[in-house]
């Protein structure tokens, strides 16, 4: 993520800084003492699945993740705050529940533990402990429900997909907020390049919609920067992803995927997203 973004206009340092907010139960304010100029988020994962039965599928992801976080201060100073750490343990099942001649409906019943720290401090930038914003954050403090539903066709050379998947936060965390309800519909396309099946090329639109948080952290002032208000978090994308697989003679299969948005339209001001990468490696026994 690099640069700032209100709605679908870019900002510059500038005007992220003199960026009117107006939190609930605050007064407004017409400048933020600091502003985010890029972050970095890395997730790390290991994805344990083991068949129950032909058609059900049991899982648990245990998650590292490390976030960087660059900074402006109004008088064109810089620092950095990093946070890293387990993230919130995913874990549920897949359930096959159509499973015709060239196609399948999976129900995907999962859920997060809060196992990620949302109470990390840093003192950085003012010598005093304090705690990360909420882009910071390992975790949401939630137990979540994430349900989804996925469609797969399959011919000789090629498959496609659709899914719709949600991420729904139960209650209020220990300070007093949830984060926003996610929700995602994803459709994809692969094609297999060669004779062997060995190589494939992929192709998937993402729209995602993601509100804003219920509630506040205390501890938290939203006056000082824009990552400390629950208000500026939600916002609307397109994403489009172009992807590679390749699968190994010993039965290994290597898939990575580039990501990036066609649009986004940001609540309030926010770091937008550049690009993503992912890549895993999966085996089967």
Known sequence: MDGNRAGTTRLTDQQALDFIGTPPGVPAVDFYLATPLQMTMEMHMLHIMRGMTDDITAYIMPMWMVNTMEHMRRNNT??????????????G?????YNGCDDEVILNLGITAPTGDIDNVTSIPTGAPGEFPYPMRLGSGTWNALPALTYKAYWERASMGLQAAFNLPMGLNDSRYRVGNIYRANAWFSYLLDCDKRHAATFRTEGLWRSNFVGADPQLNPTMISTADPDMRGGEFLNLGYGAMYQFCGGGRLNAELTHPVVQNLRGVQLETDWAFAVSYSKAF
Do not use: M, P
């Not at 990093?82 to 874990?91: A, E, H, I, K, Y």
């Open 93 to 97: 099942a897949l359930w096959r529940i």
């Open 78 to 91: 810089f620092f950095t705050t990093s946070n890293s750490g387990f993230s919130d343990l995913r874990f």
